[in-house]
């Protein structure tokens, strides 16, 4: 029997309903949210999607970090008394100043519901042994990965405290068929493999599924992960410690990432105007958790830039053509996945460059085993200069080079200096990769 999946109107209609009973509960006792509704004038009652989108105000991480400044350590956006929360994690601060963010027991499990969706849509089942790459520090995704994956009775495997050698062999001996990890740690584990002659032809990993970068849905970063990983299959999905899981991948078209609309509004507007995206074009992702009642977030910027693979009728996701991806399912894809970062572009010479261009590039090449891009100059004149190390079967530095610059000349009309430095140069990264630098 196929999958049966909700409709449009069927989520437009679970998202009006808990939009409505998640505003009457902040109201009296979200301090946060309080200040905000009576800042704009708002009243709670809404009566419709469409009434909220045209009349509540936004919430920009920048607020909440003064929020949390001016009310340490956890700030004021809490629905419920301090002692029901149960969990406090934090973001990684790789753009601002770190967040806290506190979860009750119930918002917890919420946020397990959700991933749940992410292995579903990878095929993950009871059977699977999942290996985390991860530190497991005080970032939420390791977290919520690992319990979802507890919930479903997976064999479960931390990798926390191991060195890159040390988790390749616990893949190796414990016969590990998931690898859950950054793209570009599944690359520098690979790489390990390489140099230090782990022989990874009895690896059993069928799927690997990435996060925390763009790349998990760039096709040549993808490819280049199956390559190395003996043809697994790569999946991407999407969250945030402020939103939790939020997307999870089609699986029928790889490198389209579906919004989990019966737990997110999501909607899609341009960063500088803030009116709705037009149709086809990128625009910052917002999100309001419908169901993170302890520590919500109503239309939040997320910084994020996707494109909508549907025509939108409007501001939000509810009034998207009642067409369903060719997968069966209804809910919101975004083309490409995550594109990139709002904050993250940069304007050289007229020309709006953003990294994902650079490494897509980069890693189409298949030669490049770590970059790193230098910003030179003032904020207003910028110029590019990139510094890459050849993949070890590559001997002819001189030709990777000019054919990476000729590459750039042809995608962006501009020349950007390239250098190829000796294996070893460049910082690797377990978590969040951090390759652009200011000189």
């Known amino acids: 029997m196929a999958d049966v999946f909700p409709t449009r109107s069927a989520i437009a209609s679970s998202q009006l309903s808990q939009l409505r009973k998640l505003l009457a509960t902040l109201e009296p006792v979200n301090r946060f949210y309080r200040q905000k509704f009576l ?8 009566g419709s999607i469409e009434d909220f989108t045209q009349r509540f105000p936004f919430t920009t991480k920048v607020e909440l970090v003064e929020d949390q400044l001016a009310h340490p350590p956890y700030g004021t956006n809490l629905t419920f008394p301090l002692e029901d929360y149960t969990r406090c994690h934090q973001t990684s601060g790789s753009t601002g100043a770190p967040l806290r963010w506190l979860d009750t027991h119930d918002s917890w499990e919420w946020m397990l519901n959700n991933w749940k969706q992410v292995y579903q849509s990878a095929s993950v089942t009871r059977s699977d042994r999942i290996f985390f790459a991860f530190s497991f520090g005080p970032f939420l995704g390791f977290w919520t990965a690992f319990e979802s994956a507890l919930s479903l009775g997976c064999f479960n495997l931390p990798g ?28 520098r584990l690979a790489e390990v493999a390489h140099d230090e002659k782990i022989d990874l032809s009895a690896c059993r990993i069928k799927t690997l599924i990435v996060a925390g970068e763009p790349g998990g849905s ?28 939020v997307a999870y991948e089609c699986p029928v078209r790889a490198g389209v990432l579906h919004a989990i609309e019966t737990s997110y509004l999501a909607e899609i507007i341009d960063p500088k105007t803030t009116q709705p995206a037009r149709p086809g074009e990128s625009g910052e992702l ?30 939000h996701s509810s009034t998207l053509n009642p067409q369903p991806c060719a997968c069966g399912r209804y809910d919101l894809p975004l083309e490409g996945g995550i594109l990139g970062r709002t904050d993250d572009m940069v304007v050289v010479r007229g020309v709006n460059i953003f990294p994902g261009a650079i490494d897509e590039i980069i890693r189409a090449s298949g030669a490049v085993a770590e970059y790193q891009v230098t910003v030179h100059g003032s904020q207003t004149l910028p110029e590019l200069s990139v510094q890459i190390e050849p993949s070890a079967n590559r001997e002819d530095c001189h030709a990777l080079v000019e054919q990476l610059e000729r590459e750039f000349q042809t995608a962006f009309s501009l020349r950007i200096h390239v250098s190829a430095v000796s294996r070893g140069t460049l910082p690797r990264f377990e978590m969040k990769a951090r390759r652009w630098v200011k000189a």
Not at 288 to 312: E, F, K, N
């Open 39 to 46: 800042g704009a004038g708002v009243k709670t009652d809404i």
């Open 286 to 315: 917002v999100l309001t958790t419908l169901g993170r009642t302890a520590s919500p977030l109503l239309r939040y910027r997320t910084g994020d830039l996707v494109m909508s693979g549907a025509h939108l009728t409007s501001a």
């Open 218 to 245: 760039v096709p040549a970063i993808r490819a280049r992960l199956s390559e190395r990983w003996r043809g697994a299959r790569v999946v991407d999905h999407y969250g945030m410690t402020e939103v939790g899981p």
């Open 160 to 187: 926390g405290g191991l060195s890159s050698a040390a988790r390749l062999r616990a893949i190796l001996d414990h016969g590990a068929t998931v690898l859950c990890c950054t793209p570009t740690y599944g690359n």
